[in-house]
């Protein structure tokens, strides 16, 4: 810690603030979690992050090791490590390297098809709220977006995003299970909408939280991508896996298609996200393992909410969506100040917050400052 001990500089430091403010949780400050002097220095983190439907165990031990191993592969460019994990991919879902984009995250994948099918002459058509990385991107292109409301349940208003299409319209994005709802829809009415939207435009289907969906028999939409149909999956790694740092996602889709969007993409994978992936598609314990984790921290969710009667929607995800009756800026805002940073507004939904499922001790922690915003701002 150099001229001054540490437990002085904690007391001086904005982490000193927070190691006060939390230390009655019984949560150790990220100046105690790491003895990286740029962890310590430049990443300020705040005590519980419940904002981005990260999976807080990973990356596994086992992903870890490979992550290591693949050190000394830094000096080589990623391309010739690439074909492994596109064959893993491609045999995982029974399609060929071809139909595989890899993208730094799936994120890139979602800013490709927003700039290979956007722009002044293109219209495209989603529902609101849901994630908008591709939308917001797409945007500064020219792009018209049709934003169509849930219906009453919450659910995507299919019927009306179908009377939006016209012959403008270049891609229809669909995210389900939805960000930031949690909602999935029936197996055979998506997977009727998804071929009938195919037919007149790109179909994207933003299946990030895929693995969370409890039904083994529900489709993905990488079912249509094998009937040639004009449809376009994303996945990613930084969900179940656990590597949300690590930036590795990729697109399943016509190889016409995929060939596109390749030319297009800026960053892909690199070395260490190409090993990182390769493993943990290997590491079936550690997959189960989080399913396990995030079922009993959606559990805890549930069971909080109850406690207060407030509504909640079943999740198929890695977060819950719950309406407290509390403004999100007030409730974000108090949550904030006492180190728990939970998701962002989803207008019109102005009185609704999403929680990503963290640990149980992450957890704990948020219903302890949640008990005291229901008494405080409700
Ligand atoms: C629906 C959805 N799609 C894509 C992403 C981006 O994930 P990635 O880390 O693969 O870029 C997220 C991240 O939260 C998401 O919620």
Redesign the pocket.
């Known amino acids: 810690m150099g001229k001054i001990d540490r437990r002085d500089w904690l007391k001086t430091s904005s982490l000193g603030t927070l190691s006060v403010v939390f230390g009655g949780l019984g949560i150790s400050s990220a100046a105690d979690a790491s003895s990286s002097k740029y962890l310590n220095t430049y990443v300020k983190s705040p005590i519980v992050r419940l904002s981005?439907?990260e999976n807080p165990y990973g990356p596994s031990d086992a992903v870890k090791k490979a992550i290591a191993d693949s050190f000394d592969k830094l000096c080589r460019y990623p391309w010739q490590y690439h074909k492994a994990l596109l064959e893993k991919l491609a045999e995982k879902h029974g399609v060929s390297t071809d139909h595989i984009v890899l993208?730094?995250?799936?994120?890139?994948g979602?800013y490709t098809a927003g700039l290979v099918y956007g722009g002044p002459e293109s219209e495209m058509i989603s529902m609101t709220p849901?994630?908008l990385?591709m939308l917001d991107y797409t945007k500064q292109f020219g792009t018209f977006i049709h934003e169509v409301p849930l219906d009453q349940s919450m659910l995507p208003d299919l019927e009306s995003i179908k009377k939006r299409i016209t012959k403008r319209t270049s891609l229809v994005f669909l995210?389900n299970p939805?960000?930031p709802t949690g909602t999935l829809l029936p197996a055979i009415r998506f997977r009727r909408f998804c071929e009938e939207v195919s037919e007149q435009a790109i179909l994207f289907s933003?299946e990030?939280?895929f693995d969370y969906i409890e039904d083994p028999n529900y489709p993905s939409m990488i079912e249509l991508v094998k009937e040639d149909k004009n449809v376009i999956v994303?996945r990613?790694?930084?969900?179940i896996y656990g590597l949300?740092g690590l930036?590795?996602?990729y697109l399943v889709t016509r190889p016409d298609i995929a060939a596109r969007l390749r030319k297009a993409t800026m960053a892909s994978v690199n070395v260490l996200g190409t090993f990182a992936a390769l493993n943990a598609m290997e590491d079936q314990d550690f997959y189960q393992f989080s399913l396990k984790r995030n079922k009993e921290s959606q559990m805890f969710l549930y069971k909080l909410y109850d406690e207060y009667s407030i509504r909640y929607l079943p999740s198929n995800a890695n977060f819950v969506f719950a309406d407290t009756q509390i403004e999100l800026p007030k409730l974000q805002k108090f949550m904030e100040s006492r180190g728990i940073i939970i998701g962002r507004a989803f207008p019109p939904y102005t009185t609704w917050s999403r929680v990503s499922t963290g640990t149980m001790e992450d957890m704990e922690a948020y219903a302890k400052v949640f008990r005291e915003a229901m008494n405080t701002l409700r």
Do not use: M, P, V
């Open positions: 981005s439907n993208c730094a995250g799936s994120n890139e979602l849901t994630y990385a995210c939805n960000n933003d990030a939280y994303s990613t790694f930084s969900k949300a930036r590795i996602g």
